[in-house]
């Protein structure tokens, strides 16, 4: 069993086969996913397919990059959205100083804010960190996710992992980890310790090896788990099955 921890099936790139691509994913043993929202609209998708799917989940969030388009209504509106059935976390947010869609300053504001709402809505934080490993870290040491939280597609220093592992958090990887050039990316998997590790495949974006270019899609974090278990030296499926249980610890989801 596969706990399949970041998607966006409700991407409109799905939306001419969405239903095949969840019998693709129960036939490769993907047993839990959670969709994660990046705005509104899509936080209200992801409510909406966790509630149309039994193995599905969801997570309500704004993304660095949507973070300025939100407004005090907005805000009141994702609480709201929170409160729904299925909804096992808050996030995507963070910090995005590779595309720096959104002015720092108003990532950074965000990204409190929803800590905080996480905070006192009892529920874990999904992290999205781009080229802002610094900036992400002592955020999170300012507001220390009480229910934990994870670091969603590392691709940082062993130092900043473990910064991220001294507050609790989980780190997971995605499909980057399969490409030919991740050898540090790799180094660090190695050291994560067993019971914090995560996997996803952040799809329908970072499509791992062999079938990068192509759309991504969640029956595709195997081989996300084949990559892991092959660096680590481990069996595939004990891999997969550790990786699910964190997963449920973390989400408060019995599988
Ligand atoms: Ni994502």
Request: proline share 2%; glycine share 4%; hydrophobic share 45%.
């Given at each position: 069993m596969i706990f399949e921890t970041h998607c966006h099936l409700d991407d409109k790139r799905?939306?001419?086969?969405?239903?095949?691509v969840v019998a693709r994913l129960r036939q490769q043993g993907i047993g839990a996913v959670l969709n994660v929202g990046y705005d509104l609209e899509s936080s209200v998708r992801s409510v909406k397919l966790a509630q149309e799917h039994a193995e599905f989940y969801a997570a309500v969030g704004v993304h660095p990059h949507d973070a300025?388009?939100?407004?005090?209504?907005?805000?009141?509106?994702?609480?709201?959205?929170?409160a729904s059935p299925k909804v096992v976390a808050l996030g995507e947010m963070g910090l995005d100083y590779y595309r720096d869609l959104s002015p720092r300053p108003v990532q950074q504001q965000a990204f409190a804010f929803q800590l905080e709402l996480a905070n006192?809505?009892?529920?874990?934080?999904?992290?999205?960190?781009?080229?802002?490993?610094?900036?992400?870290?002592?955020?999170?040491q300012a507001h220390v996710p009480a229910r934990g939280g994870v670091l969603h597609c590392f691709s940082g220093s062993w130092e900043t992992a473990r910064l991220a592992l001294d507050?609790?958090?989980y780190i997971s990887f995605a499909g980057p980890?399969?490409?030919?050039?991740?050898?540090?990316?790799?180094?660090?998997?190695?050291?994560?310790?067993?019971?914090?590790?995560l996997v996803e495949t952040d799809s329908p974006y970072l499509t791992p090896e062999p079938w990068r270019g192509r759309r991504n899609e969640p029956a595709y974090v195997r081989y996300v788990?084949?990559?892991?278990?092959?660096?680590?030296?481990?069996?595939?499926?004990?891999l997969a099955a550790q990786t699910a249980a964190n997963g449920a610890r973390l989400f408060g989801i019995e599988l």
């Open positions: 799905f939306a001419a086969d969405r239903e095949e300025a388009g939100m407004s005090e209504d907005g805000w009141e509106h994702l609480e709201q959205l929170a006192k809505l009892n529920l874990p934080v999904i992290i999205h960190n781009r080229d802002a490993h610094q900036d992400t870290i002592r955020l999170l507050l609790g958090l980890l399969t490409y030919r050039n991740a050898v540090n990316l790799q180094q660090v998997a190695v050291r994560v310790p067993l019971d914090r590790l788990v084949e990559k892991l278990a092959e660096i680590r030296s481990m069996d595939v499926e004990e």
